[in-house]
């Protein structure tokens, strides 16, 4: 399975953002769909996940201003970024699991700026 990132940039606080990741190769039985991420000198952190079904978990810092969503046709992951604080500027990085197997996707900056 590949995980293709897309999105990212840089804003001001309470600016939003939008990225996506889309699956390609095997994709039989890809459970999870989600965002983690890793800020400068802190360990990975989950953002948000999103099942094949729709049940979303998110981190307690981004709930109410973060939204994942999933296009199971098009095996593709979303996640909107609003009210963004100068606290979520990190790396994004995609994620799938699927039989038993963690897959991850390559990076995206965001940054915010106050």
């Known amino acids: 399975v590949q995980l293709q990132a897309s999105g990212g940039g840089s804003v001001q606080t309470g600016g939003s953002l939008s990225l996506s990741c889309t699956a390609s190769?095997?994709?039989?039985?890809?459970?999870?769909m989600g965002w983690y991420r890793q800020a400068p000198g802190n360990q990975r952190e989950l953002v948000a996940t999103?099942?094949?079904?729709?049940?979303?978990n998110y981190a307690d810092s981004v709930k109410g201003r973060f939204t994942i969503s999933r296009d199971n046709a098009k095996n593709t992951v979303y996640l909107q970024l609003n009210m963004l604080k100068p606290v979520d500027t990190a790396v994004y990085s995609c994620?799938?699991?699927?039989?038993?197997?963690?897959?991850w996707g390559q990076g995206t900056l965001v940054t915010v700026s106050s």
């Open positions: 999103i099942t094949r079904s729709g049940t979303s």
């Open positions: 994620y799938a699991r699927g039989l038993g197997i963690d897959f």
């Open positions: 190769g095997s994709l039989f039985g890809l459970s999870v």
